[in-house]
């Protein structure tokens, strides 16, 4: 690495409507009991119908400049995770820069799923260490209600919406240590949204089939989340040349209280300095990392100095880790 790279500026977004597991038993055949016991989630944010990622994602941008002491103009590229785009094209981030009046910032998205925030922390990083630029301006947004299934209550408890945002830049110490990352297209369609891209095309057939709702074969992918989440947090923490003991913070993707528990166990790192946030937001896939991360700053969980692992497993599949020390 040539400079050293860090997070400089957090900030996060959520839409206010509470949607709690009892209301969801007034909605669908579950029950509070069934949805806390199998995955921790209690309640989740669901934005206004209309709104779009970029939405929750300028506001979260905004904090996050704000807190970098940042000025729009001075960032150069904005990475925007998500898999709930405004649109298929143009990028989420061209929406974003717009919002945020970031006119001189080159603007893409990643596809990576619940791993997109990690995967475009690693981006960032490789620009600034380069020296091509110096502000980098990365967030996980996501309005995932639309894309969900409501009648499908083995999906529809699970989600949420949210947006995080992270401004990255050149520190003097610590910073970004390592990351690790790694994908499985053979187990691309345990969790995918098969209608309205090129291979089907939105047609009449493929909204009566419900082909434009989320669909998600849960437990093939639970063994698979834990196996890949631990395995790449391990090969980080390898990397960053530290052992797991040295680990004070573990911000882990939000999916499901008892993969973030195994995972945990299998690193072994005591539950103690891991951030949890699913009990109150459920999955919001690339947003989870981010606001968690965000969380944990404010809630002073993370200081500086601090050693944080960042690990997190989603659709693709894709996952992805990441160690810092905290700047
Ligand atoms: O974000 C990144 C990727 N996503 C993940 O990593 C998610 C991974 N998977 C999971 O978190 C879990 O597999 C789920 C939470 C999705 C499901 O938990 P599970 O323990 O694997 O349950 P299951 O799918 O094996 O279903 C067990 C039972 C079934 O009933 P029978 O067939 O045993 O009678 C389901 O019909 O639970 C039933 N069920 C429900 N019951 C009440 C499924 N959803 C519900 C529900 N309420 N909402």
Redesign the pocket.
């Known amino acids: 690495m040539n400079k050293k790279v860090g997070v400089i500026g957090l900030g996060f977004h959520l839409p206010k409507k509470v949607l709690t597991n009892f209301d969801l038993e007034k909605m669908i055949d579950?029950?509070d009991e069934?949805?806390q016991t199998?995955?921790g989630i209690r309640e989740r944010r669901i934005a206004e119908p209309g709104t779009g990622a970029s939405d929750l994602g300028s506001e979260a941008a905004k904090k996050a400049l704000r807190d970098a002491k940042l000025k729009p103009e001075q960032i150069d590229l904005i990475i925007v995770a998500t898999l709930s785009p405004d649109m298929p094209f143009p990028s989420t981030a061209c929406f974003i820069q717009d919002k945020i009046g970031a006119g001189k910032a080159a603007c893409f998205d990643v596809s990576a799923a619940?791993a997109g925030f990690v995967y475009g922390l690693a981006v960032a990083q490789q620009f600034i260490a380069s020296g091509m630029y110096r502000y980098v301006l990365v967030v996980g947004a996501e309005v995932l209600s639309p894309l969900i299934d409501w009648k499908d209550?083995?999906t529809c408890?699970?989600f949420g919406d949210g947006a995080g945002a992270a401004v990255l830049g050149p520190v003097k110490k610590g910073g970004i240590l390592s990351f690790h990352m790694g994908s499985d297209g053979a187990c691309a369609e345990l969790?995918c949204m098969p209608g309205g891209g090129s291979r089907h095309p939105t047609s009449p057939e493929t909204v009566h089939q419900g082909m434009h709702f989320l669909k998600?074969k849960?437990?093939e992918?639970?063994k698979l989340?834990v196996r890949a989440m631990s395995g790449c947090a391990v090969q980080a923490i390898k990397k960053a040349k530290i052992s797991p003991d040295a680990i004070d913070c573990v911000i882990p993707?939000q999916?499901?209280l008892r993969?973030i528990q195994a995972t945990i166990e299998k690193l072994g790192v005591p539950m103690e300095k891991v951030y949890v946030n699913i009990d109150r937001y459920g999955?919001m896939?690339s947003a989870s990392s981010a606001i968690a991360l965000c969380e944990a700053v404010e809630e002073k969980k993370i200081r500086t100095g601090s050693k944080v692992l960042m690990v997190a497993?989603?659709s693709g599949l894709a996952w992805g880790a990441c160690v810092m020390e905290w700047a």
């Open positions: 579950t029950s069934w949805i199998r995955t619940c209550r083995s408890v699970l969790l998600m849960g437990n992918i639970f989340a993707h999916a499901n993969i999955n896939s497993f989603g």
